[in-house]
């Protein structure tokens, strides 16, 4: 599917949509999860539903500083999460990047290509 995304003519709504919608799906799984957890013996205090949607988000972005995992079990979520962030991250990237140079190339008149 990856590739098809990649390789596809142009960059479509399905292309965006498929994007958004994956980021949006993890972020909410694990902010039930870490809902689920989110005791004070797993996390720096007792995680509210909306503290672990902040908390969900904040690791996908930049991180949050007001609450931490504590056990084991909290933190190889949180890892599990930004490993899981990344490889989403860049596969949105590739995708953008790829477009975008072809896109450049198509711009290209065949009689500057030609020497």
């Not at 690791?59 to 949180?78: D, F, N």
Request: net charge neutral.
């Amino acid at each position: 599917m990856i590739r098809h995304l990649i390789h596809s003519p142009r960059l479509g709504r399905a292309s965006v949509f498929l994007i958004i919608n994956s980021l949006s799906c993890v972020a909410l799984a694990f902010s039930q999860t870490y809902w689920m957890l989110g005791t004070k013996d797993n996390f720096s205090e007792q995680l509210t539903k909306l503290d672990a949607v902040y908390f969900a988000l904040g690791t996908m972005t930049t991180g949050t500083g007001s609450l931490a995992p504590l056990s084991a079990q909290a933190r190889g979520v949180v890892t599990v999460q930004m490993v899981i962030d990344f490889l989403l991250i860049a596969v949105a990237a590739t995708i953008l990047v790829s477009r975008l140079s072809e896109n450049r190339e198509d711009r290209v008149s065949p009689s500057e290509s030609e020497p």
